[in-house]
Nanobody
Framework: QVQLVESGGGLVQEGGSLRLSCAAS????????MGWYRQAPGKQRELVAR???????IYADSVKGRFTISRDNAKKTVYLQMNSLKPEDTAVYYC?????????WGQGTQVTVSS
């Protein structure tokens, strides 16, 4: 069983930065894909970024050049460094782990960007 716990959300002004962390417990494999999704009020959950176990990192077009995803397998943690934040980045951010057909989700952390 995998559990994911996010931290690092909060309120920040436009142009500011935040760093989200997602700590995983249980058995984590280097082949797992880990990523971040977000859901704004009234919108569907969308991919922000993901880092496969052995493939290229993928970013949503809306965050390219501003967000950076990284993972530390030894610490079983994935990070999301968010720079140049915009009000449209306001959402609940969810950590995700994908292993074959199984998906694990964290409880989410709120990010609010004020203009």
């Amino acid at each position: 069983q995998v559990q994911l716990v996010e931290s690092g959300g909060g309120l920040v002004q436009e142009g500011g930065s935040l760093r989200l962390s997602c700590a995983a417990s249980g058995s984590i494999f280097s082949s797992d894909t880990m990523g971040w999704y977000r859901q704004a009020p009234g919108k569907q959950r969308e991919l922000v970024a993901r880092v496969p176990g052995g493939g290229a990192t993928i970013y949503a077009d809306s965050v390219k050049g501003r967000f950076t995803i990284s993972r530390d397998n030894a610490k079983k943690t994935v990070y999301l460094q968010m720079n140049s934040l915009k009000p449209e980045d306001t959402a609940v951010y969810y950590c995700n782990l994908a292993r074959f057909s199984y998906l694990y989700w964290g409880q989410g952390t709120q990010v609010t960007v004020s203009s």
